[in-house]
């Protein structure tokens, strides 16, 4: 494989791998939200309601990109043109 690494190095800002718990413990609360709604014959929640998305494991996401060293000579022939 010539061209293995990342095309884009966008990850997790944590080095949890993977959303899966926080989504499930939303959606648990939610669900349960919901059904107490619909006992005592109120609107439905909404997700944000019921949960924040800086809970999660993974806090979003960053780019990881590497600068580039400029060196003396390069900047000289990009001024000179």
Do not use: C, Y
Not at 13 to 26: F, Q
Not at 27 to 52: T, W
């Amino acid at each position: 494989m010539s061209h293995s690494r990342r095309r884009t190095p966008i990850t997790g800002a944590t080095w949890a791998s993977s959303d899966r718990v926080g989504k499930r413990n939303a959606h648990k609360a939610l669900r349960q939200a919901e059904r107490r709604a619909i006992v005592r014959d109120l609107p439905g929640p909404r997700m944000i309601d019921v949960s924040d998305d800086w809970d999660f494991p993974k806090d979003g996401k960053v780019a990881w990109f590497r600068l580039r060293p400029v060196d003396a000579d390069a900047r000289r022939r990009a001024l000179a043109r």
